[in-house]
């Protein structure tokens, strides 16, 4: 085993990363070369693995063995507890410059294991503008130790100036079958069930491992892919439209309330809560602060588990697309295929419906209010 073995369907960006391990251990070593790259960006479609393959890089970097997968360095950084490996996961919108700054300062310490000191910064998209400024200054004279590594969707989701300073590592979505392979090979699924997730989760590794072990999942994304078929009239669009709304919230409820309970009695606790559940004085403000975070962190789970559902109904129509060109490709909703058969319309009227999703996925990302939005489109929908 190596520290790349839950990288799906990503061979060149193992080869780059394990090539760019090399290199830094020669520039540890004194054998120049090259040297180091002190800031990379991974980029990639969500669900590919950008934070994984940063992770490993994290690891390859810090292991003597540039990567083995089972030494002490290794298992700290894959399991996150690595003294010398900063994750920074934005909670809520935006990463604010306050943090930043404080982040930039602790990067430029010494790595306590002489190696490297590594900051992984997920969703660095969501720095705010501000604190990409105080980033950039620390990517432009980074301290001779220090590596950051960025992840984001996409380049284009970074400030330019950052952008050309990294080195790009390009993840791709990767194929059905892979997700399906690393589905029954690592979590024991049956290889049906595997394959029927792993397609139906395009590509997104973590969704099909879920629909593949989450019945309530699974019965979500058939609501959604019953939408078109319940929009008969303008009465019913407006009903579909709340229903896929009031399914992502009570989505993102049921993934946030847990955590968002036991880190606040977590907190309580640091704080000093007596036994009778008093909090001594002076820590209103620091819970005031998590219950913002928090806040912040499940209107992004909404949106995200809205973005999703858009998605499985982009990829209802796609099908229907497939099947109106009389395409040889695969479905990705191969047990609706009789269904989709019989629908009928125009492939121009299906192209419209598709603008309508992918319009109403760019208006909610720039904070239209996700109810209207929604119904703009199931309008859309309806009429085609
Ligand atoms: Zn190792």
């Known amino acids: 085993m190596t520290v790349y073995d839950d990288l799906v369907g990503q061979g060149p960006v193992i080869e780059q990363l394990q090539a760019a391990a090399a290199a830094g251990a020669k520039a540890l070593a004194g054998e120049g070369g090259g040297g180091m790259t002190h800031a990379w960006l991974f980029t990639g479609p969500p669900g590919s693995g950008r934070s994984t393959a940063a992770r490993a890089f994290a690891a390859a970097l810090l292991c003597p063995d540039q990567g083995c997968g089972h030494c002490a360095s290794c298992h700290q950084v894959l399991s996150g507890t690595h003294a010398d490996v900063e994750v920074v996961r934005p909670a809520g919108l935006s990463y604010g410059v306050r943090e930043t700054r404080e982040l930039v300062l602790r990067a430029a310490s010494s790595p306590t294991g002489g190696r490297w000191r590594i900051v992984l910064f997920e969703d660095a998209d969501r720095s705010t503008e501000q604190a990409a400024n105080a980033l950039l200054k620390a990517i432009e004279e980074p301290p001779t130790r220090t590596v950051w590594l960025l992840c984001a969707p996409s380049p284009d989701d970074l400030v330019v100036t950052i952008r050309s300073r990294c080195r790009l590592v390009t993840l791709r979505t990767p194929p059905a079958h892979a ?181 109403c996925r760019e208006r909610l990302e720039a904070n239209v209010n996700p109810l209207l939005a929604v119904e703009a489109m199931a309008m859309a929908l309806r009429t085609g």
Do not use: C, F, W
């Open 179 to 359: 997700v399906a392979d690393v589905l029954v090979r690592r979590d024991g699924i049956d290889p049906d069930v595997a394959a029927a997730a792993a397609r139906a989760a395009q590509g997104h590794v973590g969704r099909a491992k879920r629909l593949a072990t989450d019945e309530q999942a699974r019965q979500r994304r058939a609501d959604v892919l019953g939408v078109p078929a319940r929009l008969s009239g303008v009465g019913p669009a407006v009903v579909a439209a709340e229903s896929l709304v009031k399914a992502a919230e009570a989505e993102a409820k049921e993934l946030g309330v847990e955590k968002d309970a036991e880190e606040t009695a977590a907190l309580r606790q640091a704080l000093g809560e007596s036994a009778k559940g008093r909090m001594p004085r002076g820590t209103a403000g620091a819970l005031k602060e998590l219950e913002d975070r928090q806040k912040s962190r499940t209107t992004r789970m909404k949106r995200d588990a809205l973005d999703r559902a858009l998605l499985d109904l982009a990829s209802y129509y796609r099908d229907l697309l497939v099947v109106q060109l009389g395409a040889g490709v695969e479905l990705v909703n191969v047990d609706r295929g009789r269904e989709l058969r019989s629908v009928g319309g125009t492939p121009e009227a299906t192209l419209h419906r598709l603008e309508a999703i992918m319009e």
